[in-house]
Structure formats: C-alpha cells, structure tokens
C-alpha cells in the first residue's frame, strides 16, 4: 500500500534562512510525488511534481525538491525564506503510471519568521 | 494554468437537510474528478472518485447514500451531502483531472467548501 510520510508537524525559520521540509514515501514501482501548499481556508496549489528524469525538481514560488531514491524521500527545499512562505504544506503520492488517487501525508506548517 | 471551481465557498446549514456543491473545471474538460474532506489541522482524505457519466467509487468507509456524487458533464460534478449532521461539518476539496486537453495531464483543485452543520 502507498503511504506519505511528513514526520514534522510544524518546521519554524527565519527569513531569509534555507527551508527545508520533510517526506518520505512508500510505493511500490515508481512513483509521482508531488508537493502542494494549502493557506487558511484556501484549497491546494501545486508546487512540483516528479515523475522521472532528474531527481531535483524546481517549482513555484522558488521552491524546489529533491528525489532520493534509496532513502524514499521527497524533501521540499527553498534557499531563501520568505514570510509570506508561512503556509500548510503537503507532501502526496500517486501510483505509477497515473494520477489517480492522491494519497497526502499530514502536512507540515511552515512559520517563517521576520 | 487550469481552473477549477467551487461553489459555494461555505455554507452553514441546519442539521437535517441537505446541501449540494458544485465543482467545475472552467478551461478544460474533466473526464475525472475528485472530492476530497479535510478536517481542522488535518490532510485530505479522498472520499470518491467520480467519472464523467458513470457511478461514482467510493473509498472505504465513505458512506455513498449520504454523500451522493453526480457527474453528468465533463465540466461538471457536484457532491450533496444529504440529512447533514454536525459531524459532516468539514473542509470538502474537489480536484479534477485534465487529460490532455490543455497538454497537461494532472489534478487541478479547486479552492473548497466549508460546511458548518448546526
């Protein structure tokens, strides 16, 4: 069974400093993993996404991931924070060969401070 | 990029009656969409996947006569939650797929709809 893992509840940063956040991955085959990011009471907005070629992935808003697959993860990275970054971030997993059926891990908050 | 929609954005109703949302997908056709729920502080759960003129599947533990899906159009799918209780009170997500009419082929979300159950 397919699984997403987030093992952050909540990540703090300064402006300006290097974001990362977590994910770990389960799937048997190859797998889509995709990045969203969720603000107060708004729905998802999509950030990248991977499906093959090379493992690091750039996205919106400045932000990238990287996909490693010995150690089944799928972290979002972005060099530089900013305070309006402040969101519900989520990690999420397709089946090979489809976007079917979106399993979404837990989410992380991202609180970036001035 | 492709646009989906929701309507209403939230909706507070009295606990009994049933209530219906609307999910459309404005630029492109949809032949698949998704409805989703999101609790407080929590990730979204897939309730149902809906196909363009056949029966909705539902994952498991949905309840399909209390959360009826159509999906009558490509453009089209709305959930009604019927006999609301509060405990049907949540965040609901639709997403829809895009299969290639605008070159893409991924879920696009719209942007939800708060139900409040009194």
């Given at each position: 069974a397919q699984s997403v893992a987030q093992p952050e509840d909540q990540v703090n940063v300064a402006e300006g400093n290097p974001l990362t956040v977590k994910c770990t991955y389960s799937v048997s085959g190859n797998p889509y993993l995709f990045w969203y990011v969720q603000y107060p009471n708004r729905g998802l907005q999509f950030l990248l996404k991977y499906?093959?070629?090379?493992?690091l992935v750039k996205g919106s808003y400045g932000f990238e991931a990287e996909f490693n697959k010995s150690q089944t993860s799928f972290h979002l990275k972005k060099p530089s924070a900013l305070v309006s970054d402040s969101a519900l971030y989520f990690c999420a997993v397709g089946p090979p060969g489809g976007y079917n059926k979106l399993i979404f891990g837990a989410g992380t908050r991202l609180a970036v401070h001035p | 990029g492709a646009v989906v929609s929701q309507h209403p954005s939230w909706v507070i109703c009295k606990s009994g009656t049933s209530v219906k949302i609307e999910c459309r997908s404005l630029d492109f056709q949809a032949t698949t969409m998704f409805w989703y729920r999101q609790f407080p502080k929590q990730s979204l759960m897939l309730m149902a996947t809906s196909n363009e003129g056949s029966k909705a599947t539902y994952e498991q533990g949905v309840e399909k006569d209390k959360f009826l899906i159509n999906h009558a159009s490509l453009t089209l799918s709305t959930l009604t939650v019927t006999?609301?209780?509060?405990?049907?009170s949540s965040f609901y997500i639709c997403s829809a797929r895009d299969?290639?009419?605008?070159?893409l082929d991924e879920q696009f979300f719209g942007p939800g709809t708060r139900l409040t159950v009194l």
């Open positions: 499906i093959t070629g090379d493992n | 006999s609301a209780h509060p405990e049907d299969r290639g009419t605008s070159g």
